[in-house]
């Protein structure tokens, strides 16, 4: 070995290491907290120096007349259907008959397409496999790509950090409907040739012919509250099976809670396996221009995703909601603060960004939406609006009643914009990082005028700032603000990534002369 080999081996501590990544969250539609950290991840792992392949259960059909074609091109067609799945977190009819597309096309006529899929689920549900051979793996090497459009989608960037796609079909559906079940069993996932996987939250699997098992716990909230659709007995099971792995908590609230209602005092070999709080990195990206482009905006046109209506905002003249509309996370106690506080006469407006779910929840929240001019309902948006918004919103609110970790409040936090939050474990976690206290306010959502006070003063504190100043010196001020977040963005995202990949590097790597193989902070 060379004496500059063994230099790379030392700044990439996990060089040699095969490791699998589980992608059920990018999988999904609409790409939130835990997705997050499944980049976060994927991108720490490559940096560390291991081999990276994702693991799906998505599958694309069959290609028609497939005989036809060269298994070359088989294999092309197959793995750009495949990114288009990842890519839009839906599966296209892509070799629908015309009889087929047709009935799609005529209610009446399409039930018949309906059953067939309602018959082909319940068989799933009802005869789940129990095991996944290696040699029913459909392996899927990213650098046979050659400059595949998919590489440049926005929501598929993580591939610049992967080495290959593993494909299992169903293999999260059904190790879910094999923890529903009495039995306990959990889906053997044969990974010969791998060195470990790290699941990025619980599942019910228990992978062969691989020395590393890592599960990732963010939080109990099917447990602790009540008003979510996860079937209990199957998530319990999903939590039983992270006993026998090694465990990432992304709080030291969710290790709390777990400790003291998931692991038994029988589990003493649990106890003694591995297991960290690891903080996850932040959310967003700023291109390498954006101190010469997006610090300098004078007006924001967001577009929604539910109407395609084009909302106008003003810079700092907006109160930012960024997550999705489900009950714990407290949106309507938000609204209630928002128009008691009459910050409206000052020309402030409030922005709810988020996948509605099809719930009396959402539909409340939408209607309100819609009765309101001052309150401006965008649906799920893109990384670049969502950077966007942080850049120029006044302050981000987060009323939750639960919570996981809490990326919207770290976000505006390494943004240094303030964060009205409430005091949640894992928001009082944050708070205590580094300078952030200075930014994240806590209030009790016991009581909305709490919270409408502190709208206010943030308000009226922006609004006394620029009374006297002439449009052009307003214009300035603003632009200084943005480049001062972004700036400061950068710096405190570069040592947390940092930081966080150290962590999973502890986790992870051997011990060298009694010490965990870390990165130094260079550069």
């Keep these: 070995m060379t004496i500059q080999s063994a230099s790379e081996i030392i700044k990439q501590p996990l060089f040699g290491l095969k490791l699998v990544v589980c992608g059920y969250e990018l999988e999904r539609k609409e790409h939130r907290g835990i997705a997050v950290f499944s980049k976060g991840l994927i991108y720490s792992l490559k940096e560390a120096g291991a081999e990276v392949w994702l693991l799906t259960e998505l599958s694309p059909s069959d290609i028609k007349g497939k005989s036809q074609l060269p298994y070359s091109v088989r294999r092309l067609v197959f793995m750009s259907r495949l990114l288009d799945q990842l890519s839009s977190g839906e599966a296209y009819p892509y070799d629908d008959s015309t009889l087929k597309r047709w009935l799609r096309n005529k209610p009446l ?19 789940p496999q129990r095991k996944i051979r290696s040699n029913q793996l459909s392996f899927l090497p990213l650098g046979q790509l050659i400059s595949s459009p998919y590489q440049s989608c926005e929501r598929l960037a993580y591939l610049r950090y992967i080495d290959g796609i593993i494909c299992a079909r169903d293999c999260f559906t ?27 939250s619980p599942l019910n699997i228990e992978p062969l012919n691989t020395d590393i098992f890592v599960q990732t716990l963010h939080d109990l909230i099917p447990f602790e509250y009540a008003r979510t659709l996860d079937n209990l007995p199957s998530f319990f099971q999903r939590l039983n099976a992270t ?18 209602s998931i692991l038994p005092d029988t589990h003493c070999d649990a106890k003694r396996l591995a297991s960290k709080v690891i903080y996850q990195c932040p959310s967003l990206h700023f291109p390498e221009d954006a101190l010469d482009w997006e610090a300098n905006v004078c007006e924001l046109t967001i577009q929604s995703s539910e109407d395609l209506h084009l909302h106008s905002l003003n810079p700092f003249g907006f109160l930012l909601f960024n997550s999705s509309l489900v009950p714990h996370k407290n949106i309507l106690f938000a609204l209630r603060a928002f128009m008691e506080s009459g910050v409206e006469r000052l020309g402030v407006k409030f922005c709810i960004t988020g996948q509605p779910q099809n719930d009396e ?6 209607q309100l939406a819609n009765k309101h001019k001052n309150i401006i309902f965008t649906g799920y948006v893109d990384e670049a609006t969502k950077r966007h918004l942080y850049l ?3 302050a981000l609110i987060s009323p939750s009643l639960v919570e996981g970790f809490g990326i919207p409040v770290l976000d505006a936090a390494c943004l240094g914009l303030a ?6 474990g894992s928001h009082k976690e944050i708070q205590q990082m580094r300078d952030f206290d200075t930014y994240v306010v806590l209030r ?12 206010r003063k943030l308000a009226m504190h922006h609004q006394d700032k620029v009374a006297r100043m002439s449009q052009n010196d307003v214009q300035a001020l603003l632009n200084k603000i943005r480049e001062n977040r972004i700036l400061r963005y950068n710096l405190v995202q570069k040592i947390i990534n940092i930081e966080f990949t150290n962590s999973i590097c502890e986790l ?5 002369n009694g010490k965990p193989t870390r990165l130094d902070l260079v550069n």
């Excluded at 006993?243 to 003291?260: G, T």
């Excluded at 992870?508 to 060298?512: C, G, I, R, V, W």
């Design 109 to 127: 006529l399409g039930w018949s397409l309906s059953i067939s899929k309602v018959g082909r689920q319940w068989k799933r549900n009802l005869f």
């Design 174 to 200: 059904d190790s879910f409907n094999l923890a529903k079940r009495r039995s306990n069993q959990k889906l053997q996932i044969d990974l010969n040739g791998f060195d470990g996987i790290i699941s990025t």
């Design 243 to 260: 006993i026998s792995s090694r465990r990432i908590f992304v709080s030291k609230d969710a290790e709390q809670k777990y400790n003291a």
């Design 361 to 366: 929840y959402s539909n409340t929240v939408q």
């Design 392 to 394: 120029n919103a006044l």
């Design 419 to 424: 964060a009205v939050a409430s005091p949640v």
């Design 444 to 455: 009790s959502t016991l009581d909305t005028s709490d919270w409408a006070s502190a709208i």
């Design 508 to 512: 992870l790597s051997p011990a060298k």
